[in-house]
């Protein structure tokens, strides 16, 4: 008997490393976390996607695990996601900590 593994899509996938990047976060895991959330954005990088609470946690946590440069990167792309969702404007009180 062969067990099939199930089809998720690139939402569903994104949305579990998310969902893993604050288990791990809230673990104090910060590094682990980190990779989680750039996992779970980098499949989505090219898909236009509603804003989320979320996405401030995921820059938090790569401020907390001094990763800078994901901090910045992720950073910039959400808050340029602004032109279709106005919400992530407010992504824009994270700019100080990053710089």
Request: net charge positive.
């Amino acid at each position: 008997m062969s067990t099939k593994q199930p089809n998720f899509s690139k939402e569903q996938k994104s949305s579990g490393f998310i969902y893993l990047g604050i288990f791990c976060s809230k673990t104090k895991e910060f590094n682990l976390a980190s990779d989680c959330f750039h996992q779970g954005l980098e499949l989505m990088v090219y898909v236009n996607f509603n804003y989320h609470d979320n996405f401030k946690k995921a820059i938090e946590t790569f401020i907390k695990s001094e990763d800078f440069e994901r901090a910045n990167f992720w950073l910039n792309n959400l808050i340029q996601r602004q032109s279709y969702d106005n919400k992530f404007k407010k992504l824009g009180e994270l700019e100080k900590k990053v710089k």
